[in-house]
């Protein structure tokens, strides 16, 4: 996108122009000359999650190639806690410059509905850059859990009310998956939300957790190797790194479809040339082969939705949040 003031006219302007009009062109000039060098300097990334998870993950495969296309390093910060609001008020105060950004996921849709007393407004705080990646969440339970099916997981969760469940966090699709799944099956589960995945991966290889929702990468190797059974996936349909596993919709659910996504996120008002240069190096990576292999292996599917797109999503995917929010009445633990 062009700046809105051409730096060659200006300096073609007829001598007759007067003094005034030149001098107050100079602030719109410097800004636009500000904005075309964008960026001088290495530019942050807060993380909303725990190292080793899955968004985590994600920025750290697209950071080369991002840094390569913007000509400057990334630094990647992971800022976890309050159900990604943390990292988020990070941002959100941050200059609107392009030089702090959040990588997110879908998360990002709950923090309003279930975060109170926000120092900023969540709704208004950031502009959509893109999306990076989607991926299905899969329901899995411990070594020795006395379900195979998510039938048989249902009953016994009836006659065993607060069979726990681990999740990336409150808010993540496993917290809602996990909520909506309680309400239209009628029985009772305990929420317990870790700071990302590999955490709640962790207690359920270690039998700390009944189940847990997450990613199914994530889950993928207790899964094959023993430590963890998979009942069902999240999403409308099978995908991913676990396909061969029914989807809650398929297994007496009709509807039921909630998928994860990452994506990347300015402070509001950063300018749209700005916007344009980081949407810009987030897709030359995606395009990457390489990058787009080791993304597919780690469970995910390469989305390169480009910013208007992604604002199109969230204002879309918000309300959807919205009726889960109503329809479960789940609340920030």
Not at 2 to 8: C, K
Not at 80 to 107: C, E, K, N, R
Not at 188 to 199: C, Q, S
């Amino acid at each position: 996108m062009q700046p809105s003031l051409n730096y060659r006219e200006t300096l073609a302007m007829p001598a007759r122009r007067s003094f005034l009009a030149a001098t107050l062109a100079l602030p719109a000039l410097g800004r636009a000359n500000a904005q075309g060098g964008f960026p001088d300097r290495p530019v942050r990334v807060v993380v909303a999650f725990a190292p080793g998870g899955q968004s985590d993950t994600v920025i750290r495969l697209l950071a080369p190639k991002m840094s390569e296309a913007l000509g400057q390093p990334i630094v990647i910060e992971n800022r976890t806690g309050a159900g990604g609001s943390i990292a988020g008020g990070v941002v959100a105060q941050s200059p609107a410059d392009g030089y702090t950004l959040l990588f997110d996921s879908f998360g990002f849709l709950v923090v309003p509905f279930l975060v109170k007393g926000l120092s900023y407004d969540h709704d208004k705080a950031f502009a959509p850059v893109g999306q990076a990646v989607s991926l299905p969440y899969v329901l899995v339970v411990k070594k020795g859990f006395p379900a195979k099916t998510l039938a048989e997981f249902i009953a016994y969760a009836k006659k065993n009310p607060g069979v726990s469940y681990g999740t990336p966090g409150t808010g993540s699709v496993g917290h809602l998956a996990g909520a909506l799944l309680a309400s239209r099956a009628g029985i009772t589960l305990e929420h317990i939300p870790y700071r990302g995945g590999a955490e709640s991966a962790r207690d359920l290889a270690g039998g700390v957790v009944d189940a847990a929702i997450g990613t199914a990468n994530t889950f993928r190797p207790l899964v094959e190797d023993g430590r963890a059974a998979g009942i069902a996936l999240t999403s409308g349909e099978r995908r991913g790194t676990l396909a061969n596993l029914p989807t809650i919709a398929e297994s007496g659910f009709p509807g039921f479809d909630l998928t994860s996504w990452n994506g990347l996120f300015a402070p509001a008002r950063t300018p749209a040339p700005v916007i344009a240069r980081l949407e810009a190096a987030m897709q030359a990576a995606l395009a990457d082969e390489p990058t787009r292999q080791k993304l597919m292996m780690a469970g995910n599917d390469p989305a390169a939705e480009g910013s208007a797109a992604f604002a199109a999503r969230i204002a879309r995917e918000r309300e959807v949040v919205r009726k889960i929010v109503q329809e479960t009445g789940i609340k920030a633990e």
